[in-house]
Nanobody, 121 residues
Framework: QVQMMESGGGLEQAGGSARLSCTTS????????VHWFRQAPGQGREEISC???RANRAMEGRFTISTDVAKNTVYLQIDNLKPEDTAIYYC???????????????????WGQGTQVTVSS
């Protein structure tokens, strides 16, 4: 599985917004379902949401995933940041193109380095 490259994290203020990026040069990202996960300090990884290859935007509460095909990049926007959003954020794709979000094989994920988001109150 292709390892993705995340960026855009940093120190943010509560109530603000953050936009994280996820890209790779090894596949056409709009052909794949893309998942965002996060891991808070001392916690396990949890999935935030997934953007199906069939769509270019998905919203899950304060989280919006979108695609810029020209840049081969998927974004995660987090609005109304809270201190509990402090975590390392990761993006992964399904192993195969044109497969739905539900078909992610978590034991086959090649985790990247992620990007750290720290939210101060």
């Amino acid at each position: 599985q292709v390892q993705m490259m995340e960026s855009g994290g940093g120190l943010e203020q509560a109530g603000g917004s953050a936009r994280l990026s996820c890209t790779t040069s090894e596949l056409d990202i709009d052909s794949y379902s893309v998942h965002w996960f996060r891991q808070a300090p001392g916690q396990g990884r949890e999935e935030i949401s997934c953007l199906s290859y069939r769509a270019n935007r998905a919203m899950e509460g304060r989280f919006t995933i979108s695609t810029d095909v020209a840049k081969n990049t998927v974004y995660l926007q987090i609005d109304n940041l809270k201190p509990e959003d402090t975590a390392i954020y990761y993006c992964v794709t399904n192993e195969e193109p044109y497969t739905d979000c539900s078909e992610l094989e978590e034991n086959a994920i090649a985790w990247g380095q992620g990007t750290q988001v720290t939210v101060s109150s």
